[in-house]
Each structure stands twice: as C-alpha cells, then as structure tokens.
C-alpha cells in the first residue's frame, strides 16, 4: 500500500539556521498539507497546497515558512530561521481531493526537529 | 470558529471492558468527523470517518449534529487497542485536531 514518506526522520539545528523538510507524497494525490505537533500539544494545521500554490495558512505560517514542489514527487517545507519554538514534530500529509471520499488525509511518519 | 474538545487525556480500561471516547466539536459549516489513531512509534492513521459509517476494529462513531459529538465506541475493548486516538474536523482545507485521548487497555 502507498504511503507519505519524510526525511529526514529527525532533524537537529542551530537556532538561526535554515532547514528543509521533505516529504514525498502518495503519487496520485493532489492535495498536499504540513501539520506540527510540540510536544505535549495537539497537532496543529501550517499549510495546504495544491495545484503549486498555497490553498490556506494558518497564522503559524509566517514570513519564515515556505513550501514547495521542486518537482513531481517532493513536497519540501522550509523554515528560513528557526527559533527554538520551532521545535516539534513536523507531519506531512496528503489526500486525492478536498471533497468526497478522496479527501482523507493520509500522514507520513513525521520529522522531529529540534533546534538548540 | 473550528474547534475539536476531547475531554479525557488518559482512559484506562480492562481488556473486555466497554469503551467510550469523547469527542463535541464546534463548527457552523457541514461537519466531517474524523478519528485517527496513533500506535506507539507509527504514523497517524485514519481509523474511522463519519460519512463511511463503518466500523472499523470493532469500533464505531455517530455524528450527533444535535449535541456537536462525534464520540468513538468499542464494547470490548482489547490490548492492542492501546495508542492515542485523535478526533479531527474537516470539511475545510485542513483537519482541525483535538488533543487527544490515550487509551490504555490493561490484561
């Protein structure tokens, strides 16, 4: 069975420096979102993305997260500067359709990042 | 404003016992429920969603519209049941979780 692929699986970094988050996402899929959980919090929406633009952002996504779809497999999430708030589990995720029956969300494993 | 409350962050049981997961939601649009489950070291996996209305490892979940609740059911529970379960609303262009409820299912 298909499934959501991320690397890598953890992540440690510098406060200050640039990371990148990649995801590679069931193949017939269209839909693609990131999602973060800190620890001890609930699984919080960042982004969703389809047709190579952002679809909807949620106010966590700032000027300091990007996404993109360098081509037809990746789904990579950039953070410019991270802080030590950034620290979290870090979900990709992605469905056939937004509505129907294809709009169940499938989640990879998850990238824990770490910023010290 | 899309919210998600699950009430219990720990539920523990005996296996065989009965087992009710709490979830009331608040959203003004057409609801779509969602439970998703979490195995200790795994991924978030789609247990059940309201639309299917199947049961899926025994478990079951009614959309309530009336009381805005989406609650997960099992009448025997079983130790492999034991993870964290998650309800989520969509319908929108992105899941809004809970925080979640960890089931323990004691021999």
């Known amino acids: 069975e298909p499934e959501v692929t991320q690397t890598p699986s953890h992540q440690v970094t510098q406060m200050g420096q640039e990371v990148i988050l990649r995801c590679v996402p069931i193949s017939n899929h269209l839909y693609f979102y990131w999602y973060r959980q800190i620890l001890g919090q609930k699984v919080e929406f960042l982004v969703s993305?389809?047709?190579?633009?952002?679809?909807?952002k949620s106010e966590i996504f700032d000027d300091q997260f990007s996404v993109e779809r360098p081509d037809g497999s990746n789904f990579t999430l950039k953070i410019r500067s991270t802080k030590l708030e950034d620290s979290a589990m870090y979900f990709c995720?992605?469905?056939?359709?937004?509505?129907?029956?294809?709009?169940?969300?499938?989640f990879g494993p998850g990238t824990r990042l770490t910023v010290l | 404003a899309q919210r998600v409350t699950q009430p219990e962050k720990l539920l523990s049981v005996f296996k065989g016992a009965p087992v009710e997961l709490k979830c009331n939601y608040s959203?003004?649009?057409?609801?779509?429920l969602f439970w998703y489950v979490q195995y200790s070291r795994q991924r978030l996996q789609l247990l059940l969603r309201h639309i299917s209305r199947e049961s899926i490892k025994g478990f079951t979940a009614d959309l309530n519209k009336g009381e805005t609740s989406f609650h997960l059911k099992k009448p025997f529970a079983q130790e492999e049941d034991s993870a964290m379960y998650y309800c989520?609303?969509?319908?929108?262009?992105?899941?809004?979780f809970g925080t979640g409820t960890r089931l323990l299912v004691s021999p």
């Open positions: 989520a609303l969509g319908g929108l262009q992105k899941l809004v």
């Open positions: 995720a992605s469905s056939v359709s937004r509505g129907g029956s294809g709009d169940t969300q499938y």
């Open positions: 959203y003004s649009g057409s609801p779509e």
């Open positions: 993305f389809y047709n190579n633009e952002i679809s909807e």
